[in-house]
């Protein structure tokens, strides 16, 4: 038995409680890990709630991160003690994720945890700053250099948001960042960005292609503002795509595309290769500033995550939450 968070689902509803959970319910798999931090993202807060069919798999345990130590494995590639990290693979989906002191998966999942990061810090940085950092990835092999102007990040208060901008500023860019939280600006300039906008500037139906401004863009939200920062970016630039906080839609046209070459680049973190996740992680340790992503994360203990996790979608949590599993 080990503690964590188990969703079930009955005829009298959807559940998510905190309590012991029996082995037999780990699913198959080569390594098991002793989880010591996990943290919430977007997908989290739904799956905790069940206001969206997250969670295909019934009983399940949530969290589509994990950071702690091997404590069994049968995949040569992994031994008992190795650090680790793990981020979705439709962990906390369809197979038992984070959430718990216990995970049991499959190596080919992991990715070892880089040494100058602490498991705490590495789920500081969890999905959310994973996928920032493939955001970047992307804007920089695309050509996108600190000298060619601004960059705009979308939803800049969220995980994702906060650490792109932390990123991309360390990096030289000239970082714009758009929000419902205008209160926030202060924090989002000691995060790096030069400008605060509020987001009722993007997220209203706008002209089909609009004045040029924005060299790249890490978009966060979706729907009209995608819409919007496509059509407003520059000649040639690139905008990366990793969310839909707005919503799935997209009521754009093709204008930005055909004249100007904008390139749009959709960002999945889920089910991205090794190879990618590891070139991410080693930017990461290489390119976050760890007093920028102490000052953007909160820290509460697994009874804490289930209420957390239902405010995160009402957009009042800030940055990143790290879930203590031990308390």
């Not at 950071?67 to 494995?73: L, Y």
């Not at 959709?266 to 930017?283: F, K, T």
Request: charged content about 20%; some cysteine; glycine content about 12%.
């Amino acid at each position: 038995m080990f503690k964590g968070i188990l969703i079930t689902k009955d005829e009298a509803g959807y559940h998510a409680a905190v309590q012991q959970i029996d082995d037999a319910v780990l699913p198959a798999g080569d390594v098991t890990v002793r989880v010591e931090w996990s943290t919430l993202n977007y997908k989290d807060g739904l799956a905790l709630t069940g206001k969206s069919p997250v969670v295909r798999r019934f009983p399940m345990v949530p969290g589509i991160d994990f950071a702690g130590t091997v404590s069994e494995s049968s995949d040569p590639a992994w031994k008992v003690g190795d650090r680790v990290v793990l981020n979705g693979w439709g962990v906390g989906e369809t197979h038992c994720g984070g959430l718990a002191e216990v995970a049991r998966v499959r190596g080919e999942w992991l990715v070892p945890l880089p040494a100058a990061f602490t498991t705490r810090q590495a789920m500081a940085i969890g999905t959310a700053g994973y996928t920032a950092m493939l955001c970047v990835l992307a804007l920089e092999k695309h050509g996108i250099k600190p000298g060619d102007g601004e960059v705009l990040v979308t939803g800049a208060n969220g995980g994702v948001g906060s650490v792109a901008i932390a990123l991309l500023s360390r990096l030289g860019y000239t970082v714009v960042a758009s929000t419902g939280r205008p209160a926030e600006a202060e924090h989002l300039k000691a995060l790096g960005a030069a400008e605060v906008i509020d987001r009722s500037e993007l997220s209203a139906p706008g002209k089909p292609i609009g004045k040029e401004r924005w060299a790249g863009v890490v978009d966060t939200v979706g729907s009209q503002t995608l819409a919007n920062a496509c059509a407003t970016t520059k000649y040639r630039g690139a905008v990366a795509a990793c969310g839909l906080a707005g919503g799935m839609d997209f009521p754009a046209t093709v204008a930005p595309f055909i004249l100007r070459g904008v390139t749009l680049y959709g960002i999945d973190s889920v089910m991205a290769p090794l190879a990618v996740r590891q070139e991410a992680w080693a930017r990461l340790a290489r390119d976050l500033d760890i007093a920028k992503l102490d000052a953007i994360t909160n820290e509460i203990g697994l009874a804490e995550a289930i209420d957390v996790g239902a405010r995160l979608l009402e957009g009042k949590v800030r940055g990143r939450v790290v879930v203590d599993i031990r308390r």
